[in-house]
């Protein structure tokens, strides 16, 4: 029962993940995400150290291999090594045991047969492989998301636009009112002066908005590649994009979150590090062979004869001075910092995760006050505006309520941005891959 029970919990986890992660997203979003995936130098420059770690996979598993070469040489040897045998009649006859000019020509193999170096060495690559790759898909998660706020901004900024447009034109249409009073005598100077100061206010603040959107298209182009302003035409913000169920928000963060993988994956490459430094005083066994041609065998030294030579080796490490107890003590002090940063990380995640839920609540708060403002200012500013024109008001309370109406705009839709910067962060942090 509890294999079966563990089967359940597995799949039921799962699929509540695959359903979080179905986050409606704009297309031209996911597209925009896609460039920066294929145009920002930062990423290839991470899928190069993935490629490194292939590499240094396939460096590892070499060590399996069996090692061929060919040896040619040439040696003159002086004096030649002779023996002298007394023939009778104190007559000494010399006869050389090996050829004053050696030649060899021969190939040979190295097989390992007992290793238990090489396996320790390809699962540490493994475990930095898998590093490469999560760094990769941490960053493409932040690169991804950066595009987001990017993309939000520019459209919550267009909308700020059109709401200072309307400030703007609500201003002038009082600024001509009040000129006309002025003429009449029904108002003074102060109040044409004053009104003006207002409107170039908002014109000023008009300017700014422009130049802080022109700032966002240029950060997009430089993280898309992309240039001008046509290619985002999106105006309408979808109100469940990235609205996340949070009710096992902190199990799947744990999971999913970059850093906690990172972190894990470096505990994993510690530990192979250790083994690593074990293995260090381990034996080598391995198969040899050779085979070729050269001189200087008996009985006949001078001719050039076929030759080989199968064998056996056994290499055991003996005095190697203190390094692999150092290397080891290093790989141990390693595995120790990575399990306390792993540590360190899960809880900054919790209480970062803690401050976006928190944020997220505040900003739904403040955008559902900023409503019931809306239609108060809104309401305030059309009877100021009647009011204005039979005199029972002055001309600063006629600007207030304009002024208040339209920030009461502006509010809403900078709370309405936070809200969705909020649930943004939450889903980063989730570790949630929406493109």
Not at 206 to 227: A, F, I, P, R, S
Not at 361 to 369: D, I, P, T
């Amino acid at each position: 029962m509890k294999p079966l029970f563990v089967l359940i919990t597995a799949i039921f986890f799962s699929l509540n993940i695959a359903l979080a992660q179905q986050i409606p997203v704009p297309v031209a979003l996911k597209n925009l995400v896609d460039r920066s995936f294929q145009k920002y130098p930062r990423v290839e420059q991470m899928n190069d150290q993935v490629r490194l770690g292939e590499v240094r996979v396939s460096l590892g598993k070499a060590g399996y291999l069996p090692v061929a070469g060919v040896n040619l040489s040439y040696m003159r040897m002086y004096p030649t090594p002779a023996i002298q045998i007394p023939t009778g009649q104190g007559q000494v006859q010399e006869f050389n045991i090996a050829p004053a000019d050696n030649y060899n020509a021969s190939v040979s193999i190295a097989q390992p047969i007992l290793d238990l170096k090489t396996p320790a060495a390809v699962n540490k690559a493994k475990s930095d492989l898998e590093t490469s790759k999560d760094n990769l898909e941490g960053y493409k998660i932040q690169l991804a998301y950066q595009v987001a706020q990017i993309y939000y901004s520019i459209i919550f900024l267009n909308k700020s636009l059109t709401v200072q447009q309307e400030q703007i034109s609500l201003l002038q249409t009082t600024l001509q009112q009040i000129g006309v009073k002025v003429k009449n005598g029904d108002a003074l100077n102060y109040d044409l002066v004053s009104t003006q100061v207002k409107y170039t206010n908002a014109e000023n603040f008009y300017t700014d908005l422009v130049t802080q959107l022109g700032k966002q298209y240029n950060l997009l182009g430089m993280l898309t590649g992309n240039t001008g302003r046509s290619y985002l035409t999106d105006t309408v913000v979808n109100q469940s994009t990235f609205r996340l169920a949070t009710d096992s928000i902190f199990a799947m963060a744990v999971q999913n979150n970059p850093e906690i993988r990172i972190a894990g994956d470096k505990i994993r490459s510690a530990g192979w590090d250790i083994v690593s430094a074990n293995r260090l005083r381990m034996p080598l066994v391995s198969f040899q062979a050779g085979l070729g041609y050269k001189n200087g065998l008996l009985p006949d030294i001078e001719p050039m004869t076929f030759n080989y030579a199968v064998g056996v080796g056994l290499t055991v490490p003996i005095i190697s001075g203190s390094r692999p107890g150092l290397q080891k003590k290093l790989a141990t002090i390693s595995l120790n910092t990575s399990k306390l940063e792993l540590e360190n990380q899960k809880v900054s995640l919790n209480k970062d995760l803690l401050n976006s839920l928190e944020d997220i609540q505040k900003n739904v708060r403040k955008l559902e006050s900023a409503d019931t403002l809306i239609r108060s200012a809104q309401i305030a500013m059309d009877l100021a505006t009647d009011r204005y024109k039979y005199g029972v008001i002055t001309n600063l309370d006629l600007l207030t309520s304009i002024t208040n109406y339209k920030d009461a705009q502006l509010s809403r839709l900078q709370f309405e941005y936070n809200l969705l910067l909020s649930r943004m962060e939450l889903c980063r942090l989730a570790g949630i891959r929406w493109w």
